[in-house]
T-cell receptor, first 118, second 113 residues
Framework: DAGVTQSPTHLIKTRGQQVTLRCSPK?????VSWYQQALGQGPQFIFQ???????QRGNFPDRFSGHQFPNYSSELNVNALLLGDSALYLC?????????????????FGPGTRLTVL | AQSVTQLDSHVSVSEGTPVLLRCNYS??????LFWYVQHPNKGLQLLLK??????LVKGINGFEAEFKKSETSFHLTKPSAHMSDAAEYFC???????????FGTGTQLKVEL
């Protein structure tokens, strides 16, 4: 059973560019969440997708956007990259109990994409 | 706002001795609490979770944690450390009505021979 997969593993961009990161959820999962982990810090919640819609969002600017496809895979897009966007981007998948948010859902994480902005 | 505080940024133990990683949470609402582990260059792995059932939660690899409402704590313990336990550990909280994970700042566990 494949777990959560992310691509690419590493990425180097320059300021002002745009980037797209990809995530495939664990088999059977329908919800994808994205987190940003800066060096030496805990992950910060960016947003969550369920039924192809953004269901929750953290304190990140509109430069961060996403998408979820009918097969539940997801993309994270970041526009106008800043040096401060350099981080490990983590995708997590879970199985939702319908539309209601459940605090007990277990989220399974992928290995992450290391983004470096020069 | 929901939050957790990990009281130690670094913990060092000898192999075979007990491990204690401390975590306190804010008490606004009924929390669900998790411990995740992150080994270098690897993703986060769930160790255990508390969801208002038994207050003593057993997880993988011999770890356990006890939810203490009176102390707003959820400390992670293991009776005997192994070299393979060396990693970063995160205490995580969610609250009823939401499921975005809020992470602590992490505790780096070092295990020495």
């Amino acid at each position: 059973d494949a777990g959560v997969t992310q691509s690419p593993t590493h990425l180097i961009k320059t300021r002002g560019q745009q980037v797209t990161l990809r995530c495939s959820p664990k088999s059977g999962h329908d919800t994808v969440s994205w987190y940003q982990q800066a060096l030496g810090q805990g992950p910060q919640f960016i947003f969550q997708y369920y039924e192809e819609e953004e269901r929750q969002r953290g304190n990140f600017p509109d430069r961060f956007s996403g998408h979820q496809f009918p097969n539940y895979s997801s993309e994270l897009n970041v526009n106008a990259l800043l040096l401060g966007d350099s981080a490990l981007y983590l995708c997590a998948s879970s199985l939702s109990s319908g539309r209601r948010l459940s605090s007990t859902d277990t989220q399974y994480f992928g290995p992450g994409t290391r983004l470096t902005v020069l | 706002a929901q939050s957790v505080t990990q009281l130690d940024s670094h913990v060092s133990v000898s192999e075979g001795t007990p491990v204690l990683l401390r975590c306190n949470y804010s008490s606004s609402y009924s929390p669900s609490l998790f411990w995740y582990v992150q080994h270098p260059n690897k993703g986060l792995q769930l160790l255990l979770k508390y969801t208002s059932a038994a207050t003593l939660v057993k997880g993988i690899n011999g770890f356990e944690a006890e939810f203490k409402k009176s102390e707003t704590s959820f400390h992670l313990t293991k009776p005997s450390a192994h070299m393979s336990d060396a990693a970063e550990y995160f205490c995580v909280v969610t609250y009823e009505g939401g499921n975005k994970l809020t992470f602590g700042t992490g505790t780096q566990l070092k295990v020495e021979l």
